[in-house]
């Protein structure tokens, strides 16, 4: 399948623009025809056209299968993530493969999610909805001079409650997969970071030592989120190079009145 840079689906500026990666040409017109009634979607039949098309525009997100001839989609991921033009960029992996190393491996590589073949047009819509939008906001707001929170937490109801609770005041990003906060604090650098203790994959404890290794971050704010809060939790945060703790479940109040208390300070 051939690519055309000028041949997107639909002529609306505001509509996301995806790739979608698939060597299977069957594949690849039967999502371009699912989705183009909401989006602009760009085919790819392998990782040289997509990085041909990602020379022309700047896609919302990208939709990627993982077994491939020549390179595999955990190599095209890689590639991306290492490259500061596209390391911001939502991926997707949508494929066959559903054994737990495979997922694993994607979300470990910096997937914003990992979605298993075959997924109907609702659900499919409803994941790049959730990641390409937050994504463009982000880069909408990144001249805003607004403090930025991250928070982390693999529970999307306790993210959607703090950022709406925190965004009138703060650029607020989250992420619910911890594998992937170091990815993202290499591109961002917020003013505070509230983090979750109980998270599958990497649990706050072991990711907090590991922000604090990172360039710039020794002294960044970072509260500990948790629904158990045991005096030796709150003395293993502390001696880890936490600035304080949060029990959940917490008022709103308690949030508005920490952030504003550790912002101001750092």
């Known amino acids: 399948m051939d690519y055309d840079a000028e041949s997107g689906t639909g002529s609306d500026k505001e509509r996301l623009k995806i790739i979608y990666v698939d060597d299977v040409s069957s594949s690849l017109l039967t999502l371009k ?3 183009s009634g909401h989006y ?8 040289e056209i997509m990085f041909k098309i990602l020379s022309k525009i700047k896609p919302d997100i990208i939709l990627l299968d993982i077994n491939m001839p020549n390179v595999n989609g955990y190599e095209v991921m890689e590639t991306l993530k290492a490259d ?25 590589l910096g997937a914003a999610d990992y979605l298993i073949k075959p997924i109907g047009t609702a659900n499919l819509i409803e994941y ?10 982000e880069r909408e707001n990144e001249e805003d001079t607004k ?10 109801s306790v993210l959607k409650t703090i950022q709406k609770t925190l965004c009138r005041k703060y650029i607020v990003h989250t992420i619910s997969r911890p594998e992937s906060v170091l990815d993202f604090l290499k ?4 003013d505070l970071i509230f983090l979750d203790y109980l998270m599958p994959v990497r649990n706050g404890f072991e990711l907090l030592p590991m922000i604090r290794e990172l360039p710039g971050y020794k002294d960044t704010p970072i509260i500990m989120l948790t629904s158990e809060g045991t005096v030796s939790q709150v003395r293993e945060a502390i001696s880890l190079g936490a ?13 508005i009145e920490k952030a504003a208390r550790h912002i101001k300070c750092g």
Do not use: Q
Not at 40 to 47: I, L
């Open 33 to 35: 025809r699912r989705l």
């Open 128 to 137: 790049i909805e959730k990641h390409a939008t937050g994504s463009k906001c």
């Open 40 to 47: 602009d979607v760009y085919p790819a039949e392998s990782s």
């Open 84 to 108: 500061n033009r596209y390391a911001d960029i939502p991926v997707i992996f949508i494929t066959g493969n559903h054994d737990r190393k495979s997922v694993i491996r994607g979300l470990t």
């Open 187 to 190: 591109l961002r650098k917020p």
């Open 147 to 156: 403090p930025r929170i991250l928070v982390v937490d693999d529970v999307v």
């Open 243 to 255: 600035c304080d703790f949060i029990v959940k479940p917490f008022k709103e109040n308690e949030l």
